[in-house]
């Protein structure tokens, strides 16, 4: 899993990568690395770009219905600065979904 650098966008990042691996019959891990940016400090440096800010990793445990038609999830961001350490600002969540069918 790869998301493509948003240079050209507003704010500009550097690529992303994920992986994802299976954990047994219908559960699946995913993990999503990112970079952060941030704007210079001062209007004249603008023009050199945004800046490194740390970095973020998406954790998502996955399980399909036995039918496979649907999914519930459960997901964490944990944020590092650009040393490594934990900041806040991280989360949790669940998502759902369900295969659309005709």
């Known amino acids: ?3 493509s650098s948003n240079y050209d966008g507003a704010p500009p990042v550097p690529p992303a990568y994920g992986l994802w691996r299976s954990l047994g019959s219908g ?3 995913a ?3 990112f970079c952060a940016t941030q704007p ?3 209007l004249e440096q603008l023009p050199q770009g945004w ?3 740390g970095h973020g990793e998406i954790i998502e445990r996955i399980r399909l ?3 496979r038609k649907s ?3 459960t997901m964490s961001l944990q944020l590092f600065d650009q040393s490594g350490h934990v900041v806040p600002g991280g989360g949790a969540a669940t998502g759902r979904g369900t295969r659309i069918e005709f």
């Open 51 to 53: 800046g490194p800010a």
């Open 65 to 67: 219905s036995q039918d």
């Open 31 to 33: 993990k999503y690395l």
């Open 27 to 29: 559960v699946f891990e």
């Open 40 to 42: 210079s400090e001062k």
């Open 71 to 73: 999914f519930e999830s």
């Open 1 to 3: 899993m790869t998301e």
